[in-house]
């Protein structure tokens, strides 16, 4: 009698796997389930119940058809190439610079990744065009350019109102009604959430495999999007309690002068006795009001020493200490935040509350897949930062808090990333791992001043207490890559890849292309006016050819494309286009007449995909020290086309692409001599076996079988 075929181990853990979480929210706890936030918007929860029964049908569904799909996978794998790896593990240090890594290793602080150097690989990595993590990471996931997956910058403009967008998350509500044939009955609001990054990461293709993927904080993961065979916690533009990308509270003793304004929301306290009481500002409630969470500060004068007490929370810290995760109640639902007591001297008290977070342990949106990830990992590691730019970059740009403050914070959510790598690694014996560590972009962009003594950001601050803030975070990643050498012990069948979006350079002198634009005749104001505030305020669009907005690219304001749009598409537009690319060339700084850009490429010659009639038609490759300014990325024109960057972020990666690179390292030589980070999604693709499809448009790294039909070029075609 014939024996019956060994069910195959990798389906069988990615079963259990999948179990085990969907099991997790039937026993642990049944969440408030996929939540609209927005600005303007209140919260539309799902009940608890229907969580419940929803989770428990999920369970039992996968315990009943396990049998079959494991059937299923033997026989679609039987057909299948086999993989060249059992696991692939890579490692994401957002912002990390080859020229710094190389200064680092040089000098002795970085062993563990010379020793990666030596038995495999590294070099620079060629990041996407343009050099920013939004487009980066999404040109790693999908293995195209950004004319084939549609994401050209952090921000675009609504081309019929010009006002702002995410570029890469629709984030809304629309009325709900019930339909009875004879009227429609209105009962609250439908919650939308969808990504509008296009092509598909190539997990979905693994998954589609049967290789298990544990995908962890890859920046443009949010909505998170379903998959085979995979976990995912989202990055990138997971949005905090209030609809936002990220607001702090301030609280303070002291008056606010007159005209003063943060990037956060501030509020003047007053003690009372040892007691001080206040409310923490949440999301609109059903009657368009926001929802006040109540704190209360209990002070211990002789021991300086706090007592937090929020809803059923209780923590005590000192002076410079944040308290651990706090749960803020807002009425049904729930967020997470940290507090942290700035200031106390005498009578002046000052506390800095992080943004409030998604909790994971109860989303009101999904932020991970399936929905009860998140809350497997709180339960088993705590509670977790779910921000998507949670290291609150703009607290300290607004000197809200200090770089003492920002470092820890940072280290604090560093430790938890490291958790779910740890777990990540555990539980995936075969598959493919990746988790990204935001620690090494957030701190380049906060301390980078302190690497050039003349910054025009030092002006007013420290200068030395934190000079190797940077050095020390690079020795920082060696020791993580060291213990993920442990880890994995000298495994031959598991190749590890540790890699960066980008480099970084200086960010020195603000450039307002719209005031330049102003200027030069191609953007108009109404009645003479001479600036003009955020987002066009007062920009005469009838008259307006050209403008900015974000970090990246000059907007043609082309007829049939934007609202008011005056340009026509054709000749006249191409004529504009390289009018502009011509004089834009040839920009010098009146300080010292260094040239300021280095390359404008046009998009359509640049990229081919079918979205980049989408993009801005001009894309800036700035020399190191330039970039956008402040005002110009908020599409407001000001006096002066040229200012000193004396913000605290001051080192950036938004120039020219081939002046910052990313790092690639690897335990395993490669065949190609210029890897780029293209080239990632089909590498992994093919060490696992699997066909490389004929869009993508990077080349495996190992050699390899081609893609299944002749690919678009592997990069960005731009001007040396």
């Given at each position: 009698m014939k024996s019956l075929p060994s069910i195959d181990p990798r389906a069988l853990r990615a079963a259990s796997r999948t179990f085990v979480l969907a099991a997790l929210g039937l026993v642990a706890f049944a969440p408030t389930a996929h939540a609209y936030i927005g600005p303007g918007a209140g919260i539309a929860a799902a009940g608890s119940v229907l969580v419940l029964a929803g989770?428990?049908?999920?369970?039992?569904?996968?315990?009943?058809?396990?049998?079959?799909?494991?059937?299923?996978?033997?026989?679609?794998?039987?057909?299948?190439?086999?993989?060249?790896?059992?696991?692939?593990?890579?490692?994401?240090?957002?912002?990390?610079?080859?020229?710094?890594?190389?200064?680092?290793?040089?000098?002795?602080?970085?062993?563990?990744?010379?020793?990666?150097?030596k038995d495999g690989i590294f070099s620079p990595l060629d990041t996407?065009?343009?050099?920013?993590?939004?487009?980066?990471?999404?040109?790693?996931?999908?293995?195209?350019?950004?004319?084939?997956?549609?994401?050209?910058?952090?921000?675009?403009?609504?081309?019929?109102?010009?006002?702002?967008?995410?570029?890469?998350?629709d984030i809304r509500s629309v009325p709900r009604t019930l339909n009875l044939g004879f009227a429609k009955v209105p009962f609250g609001q439908k919650p939308i959430y969808r990504s509008l990054q296009k092509s598909q990461p190539f997990w979905k293709l693994l998954g589609e495999r049967y290789v298990w993927s544990s995908i962890i904080r890859v920046p443009i993961t949010f909505p998170p999007q379903p998959f085979k065979n995979g976990t995912l916690l989202s990055g990138m533009c997971v949005p905090d309690l209030l609809g936002t990308q990220g607001t702090f509270s301030f609280y303070s003793t002291k008056t606010r002068p007159a005209g003063t304004r943060i990037g956060g929301q501030q509020y003047q306290i007053r003690r009372k006795g040892n007691v001080i009481e206040s409310n923490l500002t949440g999301p609109r409630g059903g009657d368009?009001?926001?929802?006040?969470?109540?704190?209360?500060?209990?002070?211990?004068?002789?021991?300086?020493?706090?007592?937090?007490?929020?809803?059923?929370?209780?923590?005590?810290?000192?002076?410079?200490?944040?308290?651990?995760?706090?749960?803020?109640?807002?009425?049904?639902?729930?967020?997470?935040?940290?507090?942290?007591?700035?200031?106390?001297?005498?009578?002046?008290?000052?506390?800095?509350?992080?943004?409030?977070?998604?909790?994971?342990?109860?989303?009101?949106?999904?932020?991970?897949?399936?929905?009860?990830?998140?809350?497997?990992?709180a339960k088993l590691h705590g509670r977790f930062a779910t921000l998507g730019l949670a290291e609150d970059t703009w607290a300290l740009n607004e000197r809200v808090v200090d770089e003492e403050a920002f470092l820890k914070q940072a280290w604090l959510i560093y430790e938890e990333r490291k958790k779910h790598l740890w777990d990540a690694i555990e539980k995936t014996k075969s598959g493919f791992v990746t988790v990204v560590f935001d620690t090494s972009d957030r701190i380049s962009h906060m301390f980078y001043r302190y690497l050039d003594p003349t910054h025009p950001a030092n002006v007013g601050k420290d200068t030395?207490?934190?000079?190797?803030?940077?050095?020390?975070?690079?020795?920082?990643?060696?020791?993580?890559?060291?213990?993920?050498?442990?880890?994995?012990?000298?495994?031959?069948?598991?190749?590890?890849?540790?890699?960066?979006?980008?480099?970084?350079?200086?960010?020195?002198?603000?450039?307002?292309?719209?005031?330049?634009?102003?200027?030069?005749?191609?953007?108009?104001?109404?009645?003479?006016?001479?600036?003009?505030?955020?987002?066009?305020?007062?920009?005469?669009?009838?008259?307006?050819?050209?403008f900015t907005?974000?970090?990246?690219?000059?907007?043609?304001?082309?007829?049939?494309?934007?609202?008011?749009?005056?340009?026509?598409?054709?000749?006249?537009?191409?004529k504009l286009c390289h009018e502009l690319k011509e004089q834009l060339e040839a920009l010098r700084d009146p300080v010292d007449g260094q040239p300021v850009i280095k390359e404008v490429f046009l998009t359509r010659e640049a990229h081919k995909g079918p979205y980049a009639d989408l993009a801005p038609e001009l894309l800036i490759g700035y020399h190191r020290g330039f970039r956008h300014s402040w005002e110009c990325a908020t599409g407001a024109v000001t006096k002066e086309v040229f200012s000193d960057n004396t913000r605290s972020w001051s080192g950036d990666h938004c120039v020219d692409p081939r002046l910052v690179p990313g790092v690639f390292w690897c335990n395993r030589k490669i065949d190609k001599p210029n890897p780029a980070l293209i080239d990632l999604a089909p590498t992994v693709l093919d060490l696992f076996g699997i066909q490389i499809p004929h869009y993508m448009q990077g080349k495996p790294l190992f050699g390899g079988a081609p893609a299944a039909k002749p690919a678009a070029p592997a990069k960005q075609k731009v001007n040396a």
């Open positions: 989770t428990f049908l999920l369970a039992i569904g996968i315990v009943l058809t396990w049998p079959l799909k494991a059937a299923v996978r033997y026989v679609a794998k039987r057909g299948a190439t086999k993989p060249k790896v059992k696991r692939v593990i890579v490692i994401g240090l957002d912002g990390f610079d080859p020229g710094l890594a190389k200064k680092y290793m040089d000098e002795g602080r970085m062993p563990n990744f010379v020793k990666l150097a996407a065009c343009p050099s920013i993590s939004p487009v980066a990471w999404s040109t790693f996931a999908t293995g195209v350019d950004a004319s084939r997956h549609n994401i050209y910058d952090f921000l675009t403009r609504d081309p019929c109102s010009y006002f702002p967008i995410l570029s890469s998350t368009g009001h926001p929802l006040k969470c109540p704190f209360t500060l209990e002070l211990d004068d002789a021991q300086k020493r706090v007592t937090v007490k929020i809803g059923k929370d209780t923590a005590t810290v000192g002076v410079r200490e944040y308290t651990p995760w706090m749960v803020i109640p807002f009425g049904k639902i729930q967020g997470i935040a940290r507090l942290y007591v700035q200031t106390w001297e005498g009578d002046d008290f000052e506390l800095y509350v992080t943004p409030i977070n998604i909790d994971p342990d109860a989303p009101v949106m999904p932020i991970s897949h399936p929905f009860v990830y998140s809350i497997y990992l030395t207490k934190f000079v190797n803030v940077i050095p020390d975070t690079y020795a920082k990643m060696d020791e993580l890559v060291g213990e993920v050498q442990r880890k994995l012990g000298n495994d031959p069948d598991t190749v590890l890849m540790v890699i960066s979006d980008h480099g970084f350079c200086n960010f020195r002198r603000g450039v307002n292309l719209n005031t330049w634009l102003k200027e030069n005749g191609y953007l108009v104001l109404k009645d003479g006016a001479e600036t003009s505030p955020d987002w066009f305020a007062k920009v005469d669009w009838s008259k307006t050819k050209a907005l974000g970090l990246t690219g000059v907007f043609i304001n082309r007829k049939g494309r934007e609202g008011k749009g005056i340009v026509e598409k054709g000749p006249e537009l191409d």
